[in-house]
């Protein structure tokens, strides 16, 4: 393995444990503050759920593009782009839900 590789791989163990907390506490926080107490624990699996749907898919779809593609690149623009819109996305999920939460209160 070159000095390069070497590299990546002690970075992906550092990113991949600061990324930790994010699939095991954001989560619930996300389920909790977004649907409330009473929905809590059936959106709670349904996120998790999704999540692992996801890990499972993603690594045998990005070997597939490697495969048709030679490079990973264009999966790595597409994840950057599904990452912005998910990003995006949750900034007016996030809004709508405090304005639903505000309405209820009054």
Request: proline share 4%.
């Amino acid at each position: 393995i070159s000095p390069t590789g070497h590299v990546f791989a002690m970075s992906y163990s550092l990113f991949a444990s600061l990324a930790l907390p994010l699939e095991t506490v954001m989560i619930p926080i996300f389920a909790l503050d977004l649907f409330g107490e009473r929905s809590y624990n059936k959106i709670l699996g349904i996120f998790v759920s999704v999540n692992y749907a996801g890990f499972a898919l993603g690594t045998p779809i990005m070997n597939l593009f490697y495969d048709n593609f030679g490079s990973y690149r264009y999966m790595f623009v597409i994840c950057a782009v599904v990452m912005a819109v998910v990003t995006i996305a949750f900034q007016f999920i996030i809004t709508a839900s405090r304005k639903e939460t505000n309405h209820e209160k009054v």
